[in-house]
C-alpha cells in the first residue's frame, strides 16, 4: 500500500488477522492505546508518520480494544476520553493510513513481549518501523519496555523510535490529565492538552419534551455510564450531518423536574429540523454554571436565557473550535 498523499484515499482499518491486513504489512507502527488521541499521542504519531514516508512505506496506529484496564477490572469504572469509533475518526484525520486493532483478550494478554514482537509485529504485519511513547509497556505482566523493542527493532530489523514525555505549561500531556480537567468541568484545558475541544458522539433519543414546552427544544444522548464529566451547563459546537451549529447543553439530572439518570441535552442555536435517531458530535467549548434547581419553571427560563447569551458570547470567542474528524 502506498502512502497516503491525498484526503480522499480512504483510512484502512485492519481488525486482527482480518482481510484488509495485508494493506498495512510493511508498515510504520504508532503503538498505544491513543484514548483521547491527545498532543502527546500525535507527537508519537507525527514520528510514525515522518518515518514511513521517508522509507515509502504506510503509516499505521496499532491500538487495543477493549481498553486493557477495561479487560483486567471489568467492574471498575473507566471514564475512556474516546470510544473505538471516535478514536478511530480522531486517527483517521491525523494523517496516518490506517489504523490496526487488535483484540484484547485473555490470548493477547498472556503473550510475552517477545511473541508479541515475533508473531504480531514482525510475523503478521512485518512492520518497517515502530514508534513508541517513553513509558509505554506491553506484553504479559508489561514485560516489553521501550528499550526492550529497540533492541529487539535492531536485532529484527525495523527501525524505533522512543518519543519522549510531553508537558504544557508544567502540565503532562497524557489521558490522566484529561480526565481530570473534564472531571473538574474545565474544558478548556481539557481541549489545550487535547490540541481540541473534547467531543462525545451518540445518537439523538426521545424525551419527554419538556424543552419544547420551555421554548429550549433539545437533543438528548445518553452518555457511556462510565462518563465522569462534571456535571453542569456548557457552550458546545454541534455537528449534525455536514453543518456546525452552536449551543447550550446541559449535563446532569434535571434537578427542577426528576433529578434522574445523567442525560446530555443540546439545544442548538438557529437550528430548526428533527434529529432524532441521528448521529452528532458534541464538542465542549466553555463551562458556564453548576446545574441547579429552580423554583418554578419561570426562573428556570430565565436562567436558560441568561445560560444562551453567555454561550453566544463563549462561542464567538472559540469560532474554529472543532476537532478534525475523518471517516472510517
Same mark, same amino acid.
Request: hydrophobic share 45%; aromatic share 8%.
Given at each position: 500500500?502506498?502512502?497516503?498523499?491525498?484526503?480522499?484515499?480512504?483510512?484502512?482499518?485492519?481488525?486482527?488477522?482480518?482481510?484488509?491486513?495485508?494493506?498495512?504489512?510493511?508498515?510504520? %507502527?504508532?503503538?498505544?492505546?491513543?484514548?483521547?488521541?491527545?498532543?502527546?499521542?500525535?507527537?508519537?504519531?507525527?514520528?510514525?508518520?515522518?518515518?514511513?514516508?521517508?522509507?515509502?512505506?504506510?503509516?499505521?496506529?496499532?491500538?487495543?480494544?477493549?481498553?486493557?484496564?477495561?479487560?483486567?477490572?471489568?467492574?471498575?469504572? &473507566?471514564?475512556?476520553?474516546?470510544?473505538?469509533?471516535?478514536?478511530?475518526?480522531?486517527?483517521?484525520?491525523?494523517?496516518?493510513?490506517?489504523?490496526?486493532?487488535?483484540?484484547?483478550?485473555?490470548?493477547? !494478554?498472556? &503473550?510475552?513481549?517477545?511473541?508479541?514482537?515475533?508473531?504480531?509485529?514482525?510475523?503478521?504485519?512485518?512492520?518497517?518501523?515502530?514508534?513508541?511513547?517513553?513509558?509505554?509497556?506491553?506484553? @504479559?505482566?508489561?514485560?516489553?519496555?521501550?528499550?526492550?523493542?529497540?533492541?529487539?527493532?535492531?536485532?529484527?530489523?525495523?527501525?524505533?523510535?522512543?518519543?519522549?514525555?510531553?508537558?504544557?505549561?508544567?502540565?503532562?500531556?497524557?489521558?490522566?490529565?484529561?480526565?481530570?480537567?473534564?472531571?473538574?468541568?474545565?474544558?478548556?484545558?481539557?481541549?489545550?492538552?487535547?490540541?481540541?475541544?473534547?467531543? /462525545?458522539?451518540?445518537?439523538?433519543?426521545?424525551?419527554?419534551?419538556?424543552?419544547?414546552?420551555? =421554548?429550549?427544544?433539545?437533543?438528548? &444522548?445518553? &452518555?457511556?455510564?462510565?462518563?465522569?464529566? @462534571?456535571?453542569?451547563?456548557?457552550? /458546545?459546537? %454541534?455537528?449534525?450531518?455536514? @453543518?456546525?451549529?452552536?449551543?447550550?447543553?446541559?449535563? =446532569?439530572?434535571?434537578?427542577?423536574?426528576?433529578?434522574?439518570?445523567?442525560?446530555?441535552?443540546?439545544?442548538?442555536?438557529?437550528?430548526?429540523?428533527?434529529?432524532? =435517531?441521528?448521529?452528532?458530535?458534541?464538542?465542549?467549548? !466553555?463551562?458556564?454554571?453548576?446545574?441547579?434547581?429552580?423554583?418554578?419553571?419561570?426562573?428556570?427560563?430565565?436562567?436558560?436565557?441568561?445560560?444562551?447569551?453567555?454561550?453566544?458570547?463563549?462561542?464567538?470567542? !472559540?469560532?474554529?473550535?472543532?476537532?478534525?474528524?475523518?471517516?472510517?
Amino acid at each position: 500500500m502506498a502512502p497516503r498523499t491525498t484526503q480522499e484515499t480512504r483510512f484502512v482499518v485492519v481488525r486482527d488477522e482480518g482481510p484488509q491486513a495485508e494493506a498495512l504489512r510493511g508498515a510504520v %507502527v504508532a503503538i498505544g492505546n491513543f484514548d483521547g488521541v491527545h498532543r502527546g499521542h500525535r507527537a508519537v504519531i507525527a514520528a510514525a508518520t515522518k518515518r514511513a514516508r521517508a522509507l515509502g512505506k504506510p503509516a499505521a496506529a496499532l491500538t487495543l480494544e477493549p481498553h486493557p484496564r477495561k479487560f483486567f477490572r471489568p467492574a471498575d469504572p &473507566l471514564f475512556r476520553l474516546t470510544g473505538e469509533a471516535e478514536k478511530l475518526r480522531l486517527l483517521s484525520a491525523s494523517g496516518l493510513d490506517g489504523a490496526i486493532v487488535l483484540t484484547f483478550n485473555a490470548a493477547l !494478554a498472556g &503473550l510475552h513481549a517477545e511473541d508479541f514482537v515475533e508473531r504480531i509485529l514482525v510475523g503478521r504485519f512485518a512492520i518497517s518501523g515502530a514508534v513508541i511513547g517513553f513509558d509505554f509497556h506491553f506484553g @504479559k505482566d508489561r514485560g516489553g519496555s521501550p528499550q526492550f523493542l529497540a533492541t529487539e527493532g535492531a536485532k529484527r530489523g525495523f527501525a524505533v523510535d522512543i518519543v519522549p514525555a510531553l508537558e504544557d505549561e508544567g502540565r503532562p500531556v497524557s489521558s490522566g490529565t484529561v480526565r481530570a480537567a473534564l472531571v473538574a468541568g474545565r474544558v478548556v484545558e481539557a481541549a489545550e492538552l487535547l490540541g481540541f475541544p473534547w467531543f /462525545v458522539s451518540g445518537a439523538v433519543l426521545h424525551g419527554d419534551k419538556r424543552g419544547r414546552d420551555l =421554548g429550549y427544544p433539545t437533543a438528548n &444522548l445518553q &452518555l457511556d455510564p462510565d462518563c465522569d464529566l @462534571k456535571q453542569g451547563i456548557y457552550a /458546545v459546537r %454541534v455537528r449534525a450531518g455536514d @453543518k456546525l451549529y452552536g449551543g447550550v447543553a446541559s449535563f =446532569g439530572r434535571r434537578p427542577t423536574f426528576d433529578n434522574g439518570a445523567p442525560l446530555l441535552e443540546v439545544f442548538l442555536f438557529d437550528f430548526t429540523g428533527d434529529l432524532y =435517531g441521528q448521529t452528532i458530535d458534541v464538542a465542549f467549548i !466553555a463551562w458556564i454554571r453548576h446545574e441547579e434547581k429552580f423554583e418554578n419553571v419561570e426562573a428556570l427560563i430565565a436562567q436558560m436565557d441568561a445560560d444562551s447569551a453567555r454561550a453566544r458570547e463563549e462561542l464567538a470567542r !472559540a469560532p474554529d473550535a472543532f476537532p478534525a474528524l475523518g471517516e472510517i
